[in-house]
């Protein structure tokens, strides 16, 4: 009598596990990569946003303290370029500030306007959205900012920042800015404050639509 072996057969029942093992490996693996690297509004040209920005800033030689709240609106204008970590999308952003407030040495209330904004957009890392920034701008004060003679002064703002929590279209950022004002010597003394600004930034990101 022969010897019967019952798995002689396993690798031609095997295949429809195989295949099923396959099949949900791969949707599960689409899944995934669709949850890490979604369609980023702002990866694409002529996308824009607008959104609200707070930042805080202490600033040097003379200690003052600086806060902010801004309106800024943003537009890609390049499609995607770069290598590497660095490849991404560049944005022109225009800032309105209405609320400007030196809370030291003295309380001066302060408006302004940043027009001339250039973010960098980087793709390397999509579940962070991590940018980089350089923004231009100026205020006008309803007293002098200490110790000028000068109720006007000039801002340069650059840092770097990712994104903590994103929703849909909408997203939450933070960073970190290197932050200037003086009055580029039109008053005396230029109270010339260099320092460093903690920024939270809510978006609402407009996609390119279809064609």
Not at 8 to 15: A, K, N, T
Not at 145 to 159: Q, V
Request: aromatic share 12%; net charge positive; hydrophobic share 40%.
């Amino acid at each position: 009598m022969g010897v019967v072996y019952k798995d002689q057969h396993y690798g031609f029942h095997g295949l429809p596990i195989l295949f099923a093992t396959t099949f949900l490996f791969f949707t599960w693996e689409s899944s995934v990569r669709a949850q890490l690297f979604p369609d980023y509004p702002l990866a694409h040209k002529d996308a824009s946003e607008v959104s609200i920005r707070l930042s805080e800033a202490a600033m040097f030689p003379h200690t003052v303290l600086l806060s902010s709240g801004a309106f800024r609106l943003g537009v890609v204008v390049s499609d995607i370029f770069g290598r590497g970590w660095v490849r991404g999308t560049l944005e022109y952003t225009i800032d309105w500030l209405p609320a400007v407030v030196i809370t030291k040495p003295a309380v001066i209330y302060c408006g302004g306007v940043a027009p001339v904004g250039v973010r960098w957009n980087i793709l390397a890392k999509p579940r962070l959205h991590p940018y980089g920034e350089v923004v231009l701008g100026g205020v006008l004060c309803h007293g002098n900012i200490p110790p000028s003679n000068l109720n006007i002064g000039f801002t340069i703002n650059s840092g770097a920042g990712l994104t903590l929590l994103t929703r849909g279209n909408q997203m939450l950022t933070t960073g970190l800015d290197y932050s200037h004002l003086s009055n580029a010597d039109l008053g005396k003394p230029n109270p010339n404050y260099n320092g460093i600004a903690f920024v939270l930034e809510y978006h609402w990101l407009k996609p390119v639509k279809s064609k």
